[in-house]
């Protein structure tokens, strides 16, 4: 069974500084990684999506990296904002086949709270 | 462009009541499912469905039913709501099976 870990839990930093989260991963059979940002009473918002094949992919001031082999991602923000401040999810989707349909499951870390002061 | 449009977003119940979560999407995704977020225990996926009248089961399936007769919608039946099920709801969809997930604002439900 894929299990899915965060470190760490919670993270404060002040304004400015670069940061890393963490997020490994059990099952390195996978087919993507994506991460994910959800504020206080709202969905999900995706920021980045890895396939299996990729290395690493960035948006703005988001790097992710894949490390299959060692079943481990990094979320990395630079010159982190107030606005930044959210609970960071990584989802892992696994390839299942079952009665004939075929069908990513996605399994999610618990999440790292954000926090970022001015 | 809406995206994933969940309705109600909020609602209380009493233990045995029933209820149908509405989730809708205006991007011609085919694949749609259901999961719910509890403290400590992150999202579970409860069901899911890879286009128009075919569904399957998740994680945590019991007591939910779901069907797929269009496209763009994919509801989520409650049948007896019990107070385990209180959660938030968040319905899901996606381009093809290794697409990025669009989620919606979720469905906040609370069992008493």
């Known amino acids: 069974k894929q299990e899915v870990t965060q470190i760490p839990a919670a993270l404060s930093v002040p304004e400015g500084e670069n940061l890393v989260l963490n997020c490994s991963f059990t099952d390195s059979a996978i087919y993507n990684l994506q991460w994910f940002r959800q504020d206080p009473g709202k969905g999900l918002t995706s920021l980045l999506l890895?396939?299996?094949?990729?290395r690493e992919q960035t948006s703005g001031r988001l790097n992710a990296s894949l490390d299959k082999s060692s079943g481990r991602s990094t979320l990395y923000i630079a010159a982190s904002q107030p606005g930044d401040s959210a609970t960071y999810l990584c989802a892992v989707r696994l390839l299942r086949r079952a009665g004939g349909t075929s069908y990513g499951k996605l399994t999610f870390g618990q999440g790292t709270i954000l926090t970022v002061h001015p | 462009n809406a995206g994933v449009t969940q309705t109600p977003k909020f609602q209380v119940l009493k233990t045995g009541q029933s209820m149908t979560l509405q989730c809708a999407q205006d991007?011609?995704?085919?694949?749609m499912s259901w999961y719910r977020q509890d403290p400590g225990m992150g999202l579970r996926l409860i069901h899911y469905?890879?286009?128009?009248?075919?569904?399957d089961q998740g994680e945590v399936p019991n007591g939910y039913n779901v069907s797929r007769s269009t496209t763009e919608d994919f509801p989520l039946r409650l049948l007896s709501a019990a107070p385990s099920q209180t959660s938030v709801y968040f319905c899901a969809s996606s381009y093809s099976r290794g697409g990025p997930q669009h989620f919606g604002d979720g469905t906040r439900l609370s069992i008493l």
């Open positions: 991007m011609n995704h085919e694949y």
């Open positions: 890895i396939q299996s094949s990729q």
């Open positions: 469905s890879v286009g128009a009248g075919i569904t």
